[in-house]
């Protein structure tokens, strides 16, 4: 399903991720949760859509910034949150989930650690990402580049 949903049109562009799948499930089945970084599926369910079936809709991750290594967030201080998220289907955009799936995801981070803020790392050319994460409060504070390329740095203080 994760690499059905990486191939879409409408994520492939911003997501930079081993073409193999063999590398593709040891990234995301055992490095990933090596870093502390903790990734889930997400259902229709979860979203408040008030349907009862549990059909997946996108991937998102958390992982605390300082600890994840890999080049990635060096000078981040312990609290500081990144998430990373995708909605699967492209006929589910611009229908306002991604500002709940992201306001409920703060919550749940909110209740199993110690938050001091939260960072996002689009794509700078991704405007759906930056605007669903505006929405929610995050600010732009600059462009960077990051192991995966050039990106844009949103922040969130909560």
């Keep these: 399903m994760l690499r059905y949903w990486l191939n879409k049109g409408h994520i492939k562009p911003h997501w930079q991720e081993p073409e193999d799948d063999d590398a593709l499930k040891e990234k995301f089945l055992n490095s990933m949760p090596a870093r502390s970084v903790h990734?889930?599926?997400?259902?229709?369910?979860?979203?408040?859509?008030?349907?009862t079936s549990?059909?997946?809709?996108?991937?998102i991750q958390y992982y605390e910034a300082c600890k994840v290594g890999?080049?990635?967030w060096p000078?981040?201080?312990?609290?500081?949150?990144?998430?990373?998220?995708?909605?699967?289907?492209?006929?589910?955009l611009g229908q306002g989930l991604s500002t709940?799936?992201?306001?409920?995801?703060?919550?749940?981070?909110?209740?199993?650690e110690r938050?001091?803020?939260?960072?996002?790392d689009p794509d700078a050319g991704n405007q759906?990402?930056?605007?669903?994460f505006e929405k929610v409060g995050f600010v732009r504070e600059r462009e960077l580049a990051t192991p995966n390329g050039n990106a844009l740095l949103m922040r969130l203080k909560t």
């Design 39 to 51: 990734s889930f599926v997400f259902t229709e369910d979860v979203v408040g859509t008030g349907k």
């Design 54 to 59: 549990a059909q997946p809709l996108g991937y």
């Design 70 to 72: 890999g080049g990635w």
């Design 75 to 92: 000078d981040e201080l312990p609290g500081v949150f990144g998430i990373d998220l995708m909605i699967g289907e492209a006929t589910r």
């Design 100 to 112: 709940i799936i992201i306001q409920e995801f703060i919550r749940f981070i909110q209740s199993r």
């Design 115 to 120: 938050v001091t803020e939260f960072i996002i």
């Design 128 to 132: 759906r990402a930056i605007r669903a």
